[in-house]
Antibody
Framework: EVHLVESGGGLVQPGGSLRLSCSAS????????MHWVRQAPGKGLEYVSG????????YYADFVKGRFTISRDNSKNTLYLQVSSVRPEDTAVYYC??????????????WGQGTLVTVSS | EIVMTQSPATLSVSPGERVTLSCRAS??????LAWYQQKPGQAPRLLMY???TRATGIPARFSGSGSGTEFTLTISSLQSDDFAVYYC?????????FGQGTRLEIK
């Protein structure tokens, strides 16, 4: 059974940083594209970033480009999102999501329960 | 950026009814369209991908159709467990984008 467990969320001041982690189990982590999707309180879903199985060229939404960095450690079955220069509008639940195998790598197949990031002074 | 528009925003229906949700893309996404269900306090769940392929474990009462710019998700006979928010998402072109969601409410 696929398990994705996010951690690292919390309260951070504007301009501050956090590192979100996602521990994966139940599948061959190194074979799948992984993603981060966020949801502001009471709002819809917003795609943040994705990284291919080999850790190659990642992609970012414009609103996080240059501020967030996605990475993965396939030896530890762990996905990361370094969140920097945060703004109040970055307040959201951040979900770690497993893609399907290619060609459906960008289909968001399994979701973790999310970790809440609150940006406030 | 491809804009995804869902309609209606809210739908009030009774259990047992058939319901159709719509999703429109601002430009063609061919069949690269997925649907997700989200219940309060829970993470979203993949229902459909490739516009019409049910994800693992999704009941047959859910069906999807469409290609290009117009898509529908149909639930043939609503169960109490189906009252939730439904999102469509295109994964044809970066940045991948979601619709704003359709909320299914009990009438």
């Amino acid at each position: 059974e696929v398990h994705l467990v996010e951690s690292g969320g919390g309260l951070v001041q504007p301009g501050g940083s956090l590192r979100l982690s996602c521990s994966a189990s139940g599948f061959t982590f190194s074979s799948y594209t992984m993603h981060w999707v966020r949801q502001a309180p009471g709002k819809g879903l917003e795609y943040v970033s994705g990284i291919p199985s080999n850790g190659g060229s990642a992609y970012y939404a414009d609103f996080v480009k240059g501020r967030f960095t996605i990475s993965r450690d396939n030896s530890k079955n762990t996905l990361y999102l370094q969140v920097s220069s945060v703004r109040p509008e970055d307040t959201a639940v951040y979900y770690c999501v497993k893609g399907r195998l290619v060609p459906g790598a960008n289909v968001l197949e399994y979701w973790g329960q999310g970790t809440l990031v609150t940006v406030s002074s | 950026e491809i804009v995804m528009t869902q309609s209606p925003a809210t739908l009030s229906v009774s259990p047992g009814e058939r319901v159709t949700l719509s999703c429109r893309a601002s430009q063609s996404v061919t069949s690269n369209l997925a649907w997700y269900q989200q219940k309060p306090g829970q993470a979203p769940r993949l229902l459909m991908y490739g516009a019409s392929t049910r994800a693992t474990g999704i009941p047959a009462r859910f069906s999807g159709s469409g290609s290009g710019t117009e898509f529908t998700l149909t639930i043939s006979s609503l169960q109490s467990d189906d009252f939730a928010v439904y999102y469509c998402q295109q994964y044809y072109n970066w940045p991948f984008t979601f619709g704003q969601g359709t909320r299914l409410e009990i009438k």
